[in-house]
């Protein structure tokens, strides 16, 4: 396949961008707008936009509690909710899908629940050097609680995991391995399988960050064989303050609960409790019922359009980034080959700073994110301080990268030493 033009290029049918009521409005600058942030958070579509109206309109109430018809058709919908996210990641039992409130929350349960009750004095915590501050401090927490010892895999200069080195970092004192299936920074797909079926060689769990994948390629936890996976519904066309945590039943019923009071419980005495099954052990209190029945319309929604299309979509809008970018004088990317990538690029310009570029490609009505991405020690060990990113998803288009390219040029001009500074041209 060329790579040269944008043309070129598989392109999802506009009826799916048209879904989107904020990408036909205009970025602050007057320009239309440009999304190019979607590993931070997606836009929503008019079924997630209608779903959330519909609830509010017709069907609002607390879920699991009430007696009354309206109670009675939020929790249906709540439930159905799970049940749509259990066929969508393959998962067997629906008790094992838990709603939390985003992959943070769902990392911070299991290394308070089972990270307290199984992880001891002299047993090791194995991560990796990219992995996000939601999937690093809860373990960091945890082994100053515990007396366990927390390890990295080391990354190549290419930006993938070094595999090599799991034969020494993987011992009969791995407890747990915990890593992210795509790097919200590098773009690297992990080969989680692989790692899944080596950590078992010593007996280890392993805990997958799949906030960068499951929005994005098909997700199978059977065929992964993983212990538990952790997502955010923001990240997939889903409402903000909704996630789940994927957890195998018999390790999920042997875990206490970690949050206490309503909902949690069977009984409550004066002096103790005893505990509800899964999954409502792991939903203290009102859940956010809105955004679980959001999540479940976005689910409806990408099923919709069909996850390997999503994938293919983004893998040659990256190919094409990855060869646009190439061009620029000076640019740097971070990460592996496009093959070996998900659909985002982080980048360095020889000036001004990340934050600089970001600004100024605000101007030209583009969003992308820019610093560390909370990942530091990854830029630690880049040596970089921060980046500029773009991410894409489903309805982004090769004119788009087009754009940031053109865009991109018009930075580097401004800050040429010998060129004069002009203001970015607008686009028509
Ligand atoms: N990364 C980004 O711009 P929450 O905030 O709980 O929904 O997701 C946290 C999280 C965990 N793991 C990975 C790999 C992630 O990318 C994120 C969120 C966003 O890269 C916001 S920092």
């Not at 773009?187 to 929005?215: F, H, M, W």
């Not at 199978?220 to 039943?249: N, Q, R, T």
């Not at 509800?276 to 019922?289: M, N, Q, V």
């Amino acid at each position: 396949m060329s790579l040269s033009t944008a043309d070129d290029l598989l392109v999802l049918p506009e009826s799916w961008r048209a879904d989107f009521p904020i990408l036909a409005g205009r970025a602050s600058s007057g320009q239309p707008l440009i999304y190019l942030d979607n590993a931070a958070s997606t836009q929503r579509p008019v079924p997630v936009i209608n779903a959330l109206r519909h609830l509010d309109e017709n069907d609002y109430a607390n879920v699991h509690r009430g007696i009354h018809t309206l109670s009675e058709r939020s929790t249906e919908q709540y439930e159905l909710a799970r049940e749509k996210v259990r066929c969508f990641i393959n998962a067997q039992h629906v008790h094992e899908i838990i709603f939390t409130s985003g992959t943070t929350a769902s990392i911070n349960t299991v290394a308070r629940s089972w990270g307290d009750a199984n992880v001891r004095d002299g047993d090791e915590i194995l991560v990796t050097t990219m992995e996000h501050h939601s999937n690093l401090v809860p373990w960091q927490q945890l082994v100053a609680r515990t007396g366990a010892t927390l390890r990295h895999i080391p990354i190549t200069d290419d930006g993938v995991l070094n595999l090599e080195a799991l034969d020494e970092l993987l011992t009969d004192r791995t407890k747990l391995l915990a890593v992210a299936s795509v790097s919200n920074v590098l773009g690297t797909i992990n080969p989680i399988p692989e790692l899944i079926s080596r950590a078992r060689t010593v007996g280890a769990k392993v805990l997958v960050d799949a906030a960068q994948s499951v929005p994005h390629m098909p997700t199978d936890v059977l065929a992964w064989d993983a212990d538990f996976v952790a997502f955010s519904g923001h990240k997939m066309v889903g409402p903000s303050g909704i996630g789940v945590l994927y957890g195998k039943e018999g390790l999920l019923d042997a875990m206490p609960p970690f949050l206490g009071g309503g909902s949690m419980i069977n009984h409550v005495y004066v002096d103790r409790f005893t505990t509800a099954e899964l999954p409502e052990k792991f939903e203290a209190g009102t859940p956010p019922i809105g955004p679980a029945i959001g999540l479940g319309a976005a689910v409806d929604y990408l099923q919709g359009v069909g996850l390997e299309k999503i994938h293919a979509h983004e893998k040659s809008l990256i190919r094409y980034a990855c060869t646009q970018l190439r061009e620029i004088e000076g640019l740097s990317m971070l990460g592996p080959s496009p093959e070996e990538r998900a659909g985002l690029v982080s980048f360095t310009l020889n000036q001004p700073h990340a934050h600089d570029i970001a600004q100024l490609l605000d101007r030209d009505g583009i969003a992308v994110r820019a610093g560390h991405h909370c990942a530091q020690p990854l830029h630690d060990w880049l040596d970089i301080t921060a980046t500029t990113r773009a991410s894409f998803y489903l309805y982004n288009t090769p004119k788009e990268v087009d754009a940031l390219v053109e865009s991109l040029g018009r930075v580097q001009s401004r800050f040429r030493p010998s060129g004069r500074k002009r203001r970015p041209r607008r686009r028509s």
